[in-house]
């Protein structure tokens, strides 16, 4: 007899005899239902009697369940543990198979936590690149679950899905990407592909929020999720290939309006000193000054002071005097700056060079040095003011308005997570996009 059927039947059975009882039980979860979650119905510990099913005589509901879980493999965790979990059909219902489940479990868990993405190769390729002087950051964030802990929670009245749960990404993308890998005809290249990207979604931090902000490099766009819906997708310019946008996670805290740009000393001595060298009114057009450090209240620099020409050799790489460009509609940074905390000195901004969201070819929208420009910054604006601060959008647009520089911190913070997802589910149709960083190429699964 199936498992499916069996569930179903001991389900009746279970609902008879509850309508039958002078006691209600306690009810918890453990049957599954077609959009694979699992309903309050039956008690997960009780062993099932020899003369009800024998089949399953000696399992208990839970592990019933379990096995479920796992012929579908419903959380794509299984990953290198199939012949465990095949041997283990084969094995009497015994307490050896109520053991070796509990191992499983723990084993499903883990890899449903931390991804079977094989991180020890995956940390060496990074370093190889860092020697080919690529700018390239991939944050992985594991978990250290406690198996005692665990199966303490497996042991008792706790259904699984509210264990699983915990560990589950809430990223909607999650579990239509399985059903596309468990329904879907591919390649081996493909399947490949989608795999990758399932276990991509696990190692996201804060997953189990369901508001949060996704800035998807490969397909340069920005997309906010309110209760895991999808509310406002527009477009992104992200790194070039030598200077990549990192991929991490964090929350957003701040924005900062009119605001001023701390030039990099890169940006500095590839383009800001060589221009100003040819034309001695460029700094003036471009409204930059010159300090001794990125305060604009430090000691003023004049240019005239400095030999700027010793700073333009290769073997420069520190300039001891600082650009900032002053809030303009000509500035940098565009007229908005959005901050969330991170190693790298990312963050989203306004641009000036609008007219790249027109385009999506690789050379016009993979150009900066790391940080994400925004195709509409001040929708984004407009929600945060409205959401998470405690001013309202009119008095946040005076402020832009007014071309001052002020900062408002969100009284919330909000998850953003930097990912690189080459494939999606768009329209219920898999859509795959190109490897630009090379990910796809030196991430490898473990299995």
């Known amino acids: 007899m199936k498992i499916s059927n069996i569930l179903f039947s001991i389900t009746i059975l279970v609902l008879l005899s509850a309508c039958s009882s002078k006691t209600a039980q306690k009810v918890v979860p453990t049957t599954i239902n077609t959009e694979n979650k699992l309903e309050e119905i039956i008690t997960p510990q009780k062993r099932i009697k020899e003369d009800t099913f024998d089949e399953f005589a000696g399992l208990t509901y839970k592990e019933v369940i379990f096995l479920e879980i796992l012929k579908d493999d419903t959380y794509s965790s299984l990953c290198g543990s199939k012949n465990e979990y095949f041997n283990i059909l084969n094995l009497a219902n015994t307490m050896e198979k ?215 050799k290769k073997n420069v790489r520190y300039i001891p005097y600082k650009f900032i460009q002053l809030p303009s509609r000509t500035n940098g940074m565009g007229r908005m700056k959005f901050i969330f905390p991170n190693d790298y000195a990312v963050y989203m901004h306004d641009t000036i060079g609008t007219w790249r969201f027109k385009s999506s070819r690789e050379k016009i929208r993979f150009v900066s040095h790391g940080c994400i420009r925004l195709e509409h910054p001040i929708s984004l604006m407009k929600y945060l003011s409205e959401n998470y601060t405690k001013y309202s959008y009119t008095k946040v647009r005076n402020i832009f308005d007014s071309q001052r520089t002020n900062t408002i911190r969100l009284n919330k913070k909000l998850p953003i997570h930097l990912t690189y997802q080459t494939v999606e589910v768009k329209n219920d149709k898999l859509s795959f996009h190109n490897d630009i960083y090379g990910y796809d190429k030196i991430q490898k699964l473990n299995f």
């Open 98 to 312: 109520s053991k070796k489940l509990e191992d499983l479990f723990y084993t499903y868990t883990k890899n449903l936590s931390n991804s079977c993405i094989d991180q020890s190769s995956f940390k060496k390729e990074l370093k190889k690149n860092k020697y080919k002087k690529v700018n390239q950051h991939y944050e992985v964030y594991n978990l250290n679950i406690n198996k005692n802990e665990l199966l303490k929670k497996y042991r008792s009245d706790t259904s699984i899905k509210d264990i699983l749960n915990t560990y589950t990404p809430k990223h909607p993308q999650f579990f239509p990407l399985i059903k596309k890998l468990q329904n879907t005809s591919l390649s081996q290249k493909k399947r490949d592909k989608l795999k990758l990207n399932i276990e991509r979604l696990k190692l996201l931090k804060y997953s189990n929020s369901e508001d949060f902000i996704q800035l998807n490099v490969p397909t340069h766009d920005f997309t906010f999720y309110k209760q895991g819906k999808e509310t406002k997708r527009f477009g992104t310019v992200v790194g070039a290939t030598d200077t990549q946008t990192p991929i991490l996670s964090s929350k957003l805290a701040y924005f900062i309006v009119n605001p001023t740009w701390n030039i990099p000393d890169s940006i500095a001595k590839s383009s800001i000193i060589p221009k100003a060298l040819k034309d001695k009114n460029y700094l003036k057009k471009k409204n930059i000054v010159i300090r001794k450090n990125y305060k604009l209240s430090s000691k003023e620099i004049k240019w005239k002071e400095v030999n700027w020409k010793k700073y333009l």
